[in-house]
């Protein structure tokens, strides 16, 4: 924490709150089936590998909750995301809410029928602070903290009931003197991130 504190004071000329949503309560909620296929995938590095992922941003029932489908084919990466609304346990009884385009529901869809059994494996919940350039908005600077995970393989995907057991039997994955910072740039790092980070031996 003191490190990132040091970085964010070396930094503070070149970024500024993201304009929509600086601070949020971020829930996520990645499926796999049994044989754990999504994460073979990743862990084998395969050329073509995809995953599926619940989140909502804050808590409460009437939170927006959206279904993402991400896939990265030799190095290049598609994300496809859509509102649903939940009736029943199972995924397959979602209701996509608002204007989705019809592809974006025809691939999620076929996502969830090429794994029979596909259900919640894991979830993940975490405060984060999200910041953008302050010149180039394209740069993208998160902050994560409080980061706690716990197994979702024994219950549904009801808001609440994850909600509840990330709360009572949530693991920490780091401690409270860490947190997570990632960057996301459209081409390469800006100087101005490079010489902080390097001065202060992070990389």
Not at 22 to 28: A, E, F
Not at 97 to 104: R, W, Y
Not at 109 to 123: L, Q
Not at 146 to 173: F, Q, Y
Request: glycine fraction near 6%; aromatic fraction near 10%; charge should be negative.
């Amino acid at each position: 924490m003191e490190q990132w504190k040091e970085l964010e004071s070396m930094i503070k000329a070149y970024v500024e709150p993201d304009k929509l949503y600086p601070y949020s309560d971020i829930y996520s909620i990645y499926f796999d089936t049994e044989q754990m296929e999504f994460l073979k995938q990743a862990v084998e590095k395969s050329w073509y590998r995809e995953k599926l992922r619940m989140r909502w941003y804050q808590t409460g029932e009437e939170a927006p909750v959206y279904l993402e489908w991400k896939s990265k084919a030799k190095g290049i990466t598609g994300k496809r995301r859509a509102q649903i609304s939940l009736h029943g346990d199972d995924i397959e009884e979602i209701n996509y809410e608002g204007d989705v385009n019809p592809i974006v529901i025809r691939q999620i869809n076929g996502v969830i029928k090429r794994y029979p059994g596909i259900r919640p494996e894991v979830g993940i919940n975490y405060h984060r602070l999200s910041l953008q350039g302050a010149q180039d908005q394209s740069i993208r600077l998160t902050v994560d903290k409080s980061i706690i995970k716990a197994d979702l393989r024994d219950i549904c995907t009801n808001k609440t009931e994850i909600e509840n057991k990330l709360e009572n039997h949530g693991e920490n994955i780091i401690s409270e003197n860490e947190v997570l910072v990632e960057i996301k740039v459209a081409h390469s790092l800006p100087i101005w991130w490079v010489k902080t980070t390097g001065s202060l031996g992070i990389y």
